[in-house]
Each structure stands twice: as C-alpha cells, then as structure tokens.
C-alpha cells in the first residue's frame, strides 16, 4: 500500500468504493503483485494472482457456507499472518513459515516461495513470532530477538542493512515480553514498561522524535509504561497502564487517532480512550479492545476496515466509506481479541470470529467478494483461541492447536499446498 507522505490537518482522500459489481480477472505470473495490491483502491476488482482458476470457478469445497469438517492438518501454539506470508510457532518451540519469500523472509536459507510450512533454520526456544511486510522477527523465552528477511532500513535491527535469509539477533536486545512488526520496522516491549524500535522511520514510526531510520533499538518516547504495542504499515500504536493508547508515525485518513491527519514523530494521545487494553494496527487503520469487552476503530474506512461504528467528531466526511479522525465504537461488548490487517479487521469474540472491509481476495472467510462495513460472524467456524489478520489472507488457532487460513494464496500464503485462493477456513497442510 502506498503512504500519504503530506495531507493537511483534517483533509480527506476518501477512497473511491465503486456500487458496481466486482470485476473478476486473472494476472499473469508476471504481473507486479505489490502494484495490483495497491491499484485495488483504484478498481473494483478481485485481482487473484495464480495459473488456475478464477475465484467463482474454485471448487465448492473452498467455499462451503456450511458447518466446517474438522481436519488434520499442522498444529501450533501461535500464528501471525504477515503481508504475503504466515509463520508459526510449534510446542516444541520452533518455527515453520510459507508463503512469499523473495527477500528470504521464510528464514529457510532461501528465496524460494513456498505453499506448505517450512523450518525457520536454526530457532529453538521460540516464545512467539510475528511476521511483517518482507520480515520476520521472533522473540525467544530468553528475553532476546531473532529477525530475518529484507533489511534496507535496517527493520532486522542487527545494526546493518544487509537482508538475512536466517534469523540474526536484534542489537543490544535481552529482556523483551513482546513484540511488533510493521511493514519495514518493529517494536519491543522490554521487562521494566519501556519500548524500543527500530527499521523504517521515514514518518517517525520508530517514535523517537526523528525520522531517521535505525538499524538497532531507539528507545520511544512514551509518557508511561507500555501494555501491549502493535505495529502498522509505517505508523505504531501502544497501550499504557493508566488505560490511554499512544500512537505515533504517519497519519493518513488519521491512522493516529488524534483527530488530525498530521504526521507525528514521537507518541501522541489516541482521542476519547481512557480505558484501552489491547491495540492492533492495520495499513492505515488501528482498533482498541477495551477492558468492558468493547471494541474502538479509527483510520482509513475506504473498504470498511474501520466498521460502521457510532458517529462521532473528527469524521473526515460523510459516508460510511469516509476516514475516521478519532475512535468509534465498533461492538459493545463480549470480544476477546482484536487483529487489524491491511485494509481487513477481525475480531475474537465469545461467540466466533468476526471480520470486516476488504473482501477482494476473501480474506473476510464468508465466501464473497463484497467489502463490508457492518461485522459479520463466520459461520461453522468454532473452537477459536487467536486470530491473526495479514496483507489480504486471515489465519485461525483453533482450541485443537490446528491452524486454519482463507483468503489470497496466490503466493501460497495459506500453506495449504495450493496457489488458489480460498473463501472459506481451511486446515494448513502438515
């Protein structure tokens, strides 16, 4: 997706949603994928990138809206779904990843795109890992960082800008309880509340009140302790422990929630949220999970990804496609857990799973290709613990440890052992 670098406080570039019906087509392997992605904003259409069938010709089975059969397939104890690839976590604590992997951010030692799981080389003792745009990172039960991938900016944080086809550790880097990776940077929550970053910081995501990139950690400038902490596409958000969210970097259809659409370099107050648990960071958009259960969108609306929410102040204009200045409330109550992908948004609830915005590539899981403003529930999809939204694709952890993805696959990032997209949840090959 391509960043607004100027847009004046509180104008709008709404994004076109056309009321004609999608138009199906199919890319040649040849064509640039990153560019259909961002042209999807541009056009109506459903672009699948694969050598097989168009979406309304896949087979039924990718898109039952009836109950799903339980299956066999790869089992795990966390997944993060990253722009075109997926990774996760076993219990023995080492890692498998599929999907894209031209600047080798499978960790595999290649560059070779893969369709079913793979071993990440060399990583024991994972405690959760967290894939990004072109990068992965790890964090290990040590308190240390393994990152891997593409580096221009330094987003491996192993004080260089050379790409790793293996994990390398993160400079300087001992004592981290989580992690967050963007588009091109990540972030770490150490022990003692503080936050680091480092990578890309060309809209001053890193926080540090600069705009230089950084090729190892730089502390944030955070009022307060850090609760949780998510990264966007060139923006970063965390939680503090009095409740308040914090977001910083590129402000674009007010990504920031602070109801303008400056850009800002070091954390600035998330407006109207006093009672933030967890937050989750999509392109251009982010939401907040409240400690009532309660769930709180803002940014981008231009495919729904904010939800239709309540009508509040700071709205950038009209519409149910307008951009959202500053949070609405999306849901009232019962959810669990929140995950934001490039123009999608899922939520956990008590009663499934959740998603919203952007359909193109299905990645909504309810068999259609309609973007959608209001939340809709994926039917037959039960038994959920975590749920993790990517690029265009959308993975489940089911209670069973299986790991069940839908959406794009056109780079294998469903890991199914197929290039065709699917509708549906569907079990990862084992």
Same mark, same amino acid.
């Given at each position: 997706?391509?960043?607004?670098?100027?847009?004046?406080?509180?104008?709008?570039?709404?994004?076109?949603?056309?009321?004609?019906?999608?138009?199906?087509?199919?890319?040649?392997?040849?064509?640039?994928?990153?560019?259909?992605?961002?042209?999807?904003?541009?056009?109506?259409?459903?672009?699948?990138?694969?050598?097989?069938?168009?979406?309304?010709?896949?087979?039924?089975?990718?898109?039952?809206?009836?109950?799903?059969?339980?299956?066999?397939?790869?089992?795990?104890?966390? =997944?993060? @779904?990253?722009?075109?690839? #997926? &990774?996760?976590? /076993?219990?023995? $604590? *080492?890692?498998? %990843? +599929? !999907?894209?992997?031209?600047?080798?951010?499978?960790?595999?030692?290649?560059?070779?795109?893969?369709?079913?799981?793979?071993?990440?080389?060399?990583?024991?003792?994972?405690?959760? =890992?967290? @894939?990004?745009?072109?990068? #992965? &990172?790890?964090? /290990?039960?040590? $308190? *240390?960082?393994? %990152? +891997? !991938?593409?580096?221009?900016?330094?987003?491996?944080?192993?004080?260089?800008?050379?790409?790793?086809?293996?994990?390398?550790?993160?400079?300087?880097?001992?004592?981290?309880?989580?992690?967050?990776?963007?588009?091109?940077?990540? &972030?770490?929550?150490?022990?003692? $509340? *503080?936050?680091? %970053? +480092? !990578?890309?910081?060309?809209?001053?995501?890193?926080?540090?009140?600069?705009?230089?990139?950084?090729?190892?950690?730089?502390?944030?400038?955070?009022?307060?302790?850090?609760?949780?902490?998510?990264?966007?596409?060139?923006?970063? &958000?965390?939680?503090?422990?009095? $409740?308040?969210?914090? %977001? +910083? !970097?590129?402000?674009?259809?007010?990504?920031?929630?602070?109801?303008?659409?400056?850009?800002?370099?070091?954390?600035?107050?998330?407006?109207?949220?006093?009672?933030?648990?967890?937050?989750?960071?999509?392109?251009?958009?982010?939401?907040?999970?409240?400690?009532?259960?309660?769930?709180?969108?803002?940014?981008?609306?231009?495919?729904?990804?904010?939800?239709?929410?309540?009508?509040?102040?700071?709205?950038?204009?009209?519409?149910?496609?307008?951009?959202?200045?500053?949070?609405?409330?999306?849901?009232?109550?019962?959810?669990?857990?929140?995950?934001?992908?490039?123009?999608?948004?899922?939520?956990?609830?008590?009663?499934?799973?959740?998603?919203?915005?952007?359909?193109?590539?299905?990645?909504?899981?309810?068999?259609?290709?309609?973007?959608?403003?209001?939340?809709?529930?994926?039917?037959?999809?039960?038994?959920?613990?975590?749920?993790?939204?990517?690029?265009?694709?959308?993975?489940?952890?089911?209670?069973?440890?299986?790991?069940?993805?839908?959406?794009?696959?056109?780079?294998?990032?469903?890991?199914?052992?197929?290039?065709?997209?699917?509708?549906?949840?569907?079990?990862?090959?084992?």
């Amino acid at each position: 997706m391509r960043a607004l670098r100027s847009v004046s406080a509180l104008a709008v570039l709404v994004a076109a949603c056309s009321e004609a019906p999608a138009v199906y087509r199919t890319l040649d392997a040849s064509d640039d994928v990153r560019d259909a992605a961002d042209d999807v904003r541009d056009v109506p259409v459903f672009d699948v990138v694969r050598d097989v069938v168009r979406f309304e010709d896949a087979p039924l089975a990718r898109c039952s809206g009836s109950a799903l059969p339980d299956a066999g397939g790869l089992r795990a104890v966390q =997944v993060s @779904a990253g722009r075109d690839h #997926t &990774c996760v976590v /076993l219990r023995d $604590g *080492t890692v498998r %990843c +599929w !999907g894209a992997n031209a600047a080798a951010q499978l960790g595999d030692g290649s560059t070779t795109v893969r369709d079913r799981a793979v071993a990440v080389t060399g990583l024991t003792n994972v405690a959760s =890992v967290h @894939a990004g745009g072109d990068h #992965t &990172c790890a964090r /290990l039960g040590d $308190g *240390t960082v393994r %990152c +891997w !991938g593409a580096n221009p900016q330094g987003q491996l944080g192993d004080g260089t800008t050379l790409d790793r086809a293996m994990p390398a550790a993160v400079t300087g880097l001992t004592d981290a309880v989580a992690i967050a990776v963007g588009e091109a940077h990540a &972030c770490a929550l150490r022990e003692n $509340g *503080t936050l680091v %970053c +480092w !990578g890309d910081n060309h809209a001053g995501q890193l926080g540090d009140g600069t705009t230089a990139d950084h090729t190892t950690p730089v502390a944030v400038l955070t009022p307060r302790r850090v609760v949780s902490v998510a990264a966007g596409e060139a923006f970063t &958000c965390a939680t503090l422990d009095d $409740g308040s969210a914090r %977001c +910083w !970097g590129l402000n674009a259809q007010g990504a920031l929630g602070d109801c303008t659409a400056l850009d800002q370099r070091s954390p600035v107050a998330v407006r109207s949220l006093t009672d933030a648990r967890e937050v989750a960071s999509g392109a251009r958009h982010a939401c907040a999970r409240t400690n009532d259960g309660a769930l709180w969108c803002w940014g981008d609306n231009g495919f729904g990804e904010v939800g239709l929410g309540e009508e509040r102040g700071c709205r950038g204009s009209t519409g149910a496609s307008s951009a959202q200045y500053e949070p609405a409330r999306v849901m009232t109550d019962g959810v669990r857990a929140v995950t934001a992908g490039a123009m999608h948004t899922c939520a956990l609830r008590e009663d499934g799973v959740w998603c919203w915005g952007s359909d193109r590539y299905a990645q909504l899981g309810d068999c259609g290709a309609v973007d959608r403003w209001d939340a809709r529930r994926i039917e037959g999809l039960t038994n959920v613990r975590a749920v993790s939204a990517g690029g265009r694709h959308t993975c489940v952890l089911r209670d069973d440890e299986a790991v069940w993805c839908w959406g794009a696959n056109e780079l294998g990032q469903l890991g199914d052992g197929t290039r065709i997209v699917r509708g549906s949840p569907g079990p990862v090959a084992d």
